[in-house]
């Protein structure tokens, strides 16, 4: 009798235990996926949206042209500084409009500091 439940205590341990083990190896961390901002998806719309007519020589426009990827990018630290201004500053832009919202200027910050992808 003391041999069977002997038997049965040590069986019963392997099965929690191995149980037990093969329940962890479930949960892998999967690594958090950050979209990496690009022109064509993220700045482009933002420019035509807010930098119309001024800036966009299709529309009229006879400023610098923000109406392509290069330029917008050669003159993204100008474009970054300008609409960090606040309304009323020199240099200030959209000019005569209101300030572009802080997450509309954090998608310009962080197109530059995720290497200013075009598409
Ligand atoms: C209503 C017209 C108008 C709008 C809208 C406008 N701008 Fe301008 N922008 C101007 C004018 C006029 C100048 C030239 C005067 C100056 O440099 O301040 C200028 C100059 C600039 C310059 C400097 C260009 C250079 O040759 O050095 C940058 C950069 C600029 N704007 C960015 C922007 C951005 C970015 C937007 C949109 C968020 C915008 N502007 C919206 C009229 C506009």
Redesign the pocket.
Known sequence: MKQFLFVAFSLSTVLVFSYCSSSKKTAVAKPATVPVLNYETNIQSL?LA???P??IPAKGGN??A?DNYESVKN?ID??IS??ELNAGER?F?????AK?SDSTIAVFKQWKTDGLAGK
Do not use: D, E, Q
Not at 93 to 97: A, D, L, N
């Open positions: 420019v807010n930098c119309s001024c800036h400023k610098l923000l003159n100008a474009v300008r609409i240099g832009m959209p000019m005569k409009r572009l």
